[in-house]
């Protein structure tokens, strides 16, 4: 089982233990709702610590989803600039959901990479989406971003190898991830606040 079917499977646990304890706990004292709220605020306060701390990964994304690049590459190296001088920020990540990698860093660069690629500048694409690896050598999304720069540039045997890889680490590009991914970019913008 890939990472990504992994963490589809743990979250969807997770969401089906919650439902069923709070319907259980709604069937033994109706009209209760105070489990509801305490549960609602048990999923709300963790994304609000990580919407804090995370500003700017979830604005690159946000900017990234938004086509603007520029912006999205600076929001992503302030974010590697925050994290580099506060390590702990790595961390809160837990406190909010990834499909494809937990690791913010190989997030960020991956942001920055598929930005510099939507702006042409291949070389420095490349060079963050292999940082990206460098970080997490599983995160899927890196390889298939990989994969269409080198498709880009006709270097197709190359491409295929690096599908092939975001593949076996979970990413096929099939409908269930275009919505996963979708929610994620929902999630940045929850996320992402203003700047």
Sequence with gaps: MTRAASYLL???AVLAVTL???HFYLQANPGNYNVVFFVALLFFIPGRISSTFLKDLYLSRRQLNSERY???IEAGERF???VKSQPWRRKLIYLTWSLYTWNVEAMAR???GAA???MGNFERARQELQAALALDDGYALAYANLAA???AVGQHQESERLAQLARRHGYSGRRTEKLVDKVGAF?????GGTR
């Design 10 to 12: 743990l979250v969807a």
């Design 20 to 22: 069923a304890a709070v």
């Design 70 to 72: 520029a912006e999205a």
């Design 80 to 82: 590697l600039a925050t």
């Design 110 to 112: 991956n942001n920055i």
């Design 116 to 118: 510099s690629m939507m």
């Design 149 to 151: 720069i080198e498709a």
């Design 187 to 191: 999630y940045a913008a929850l996320q």
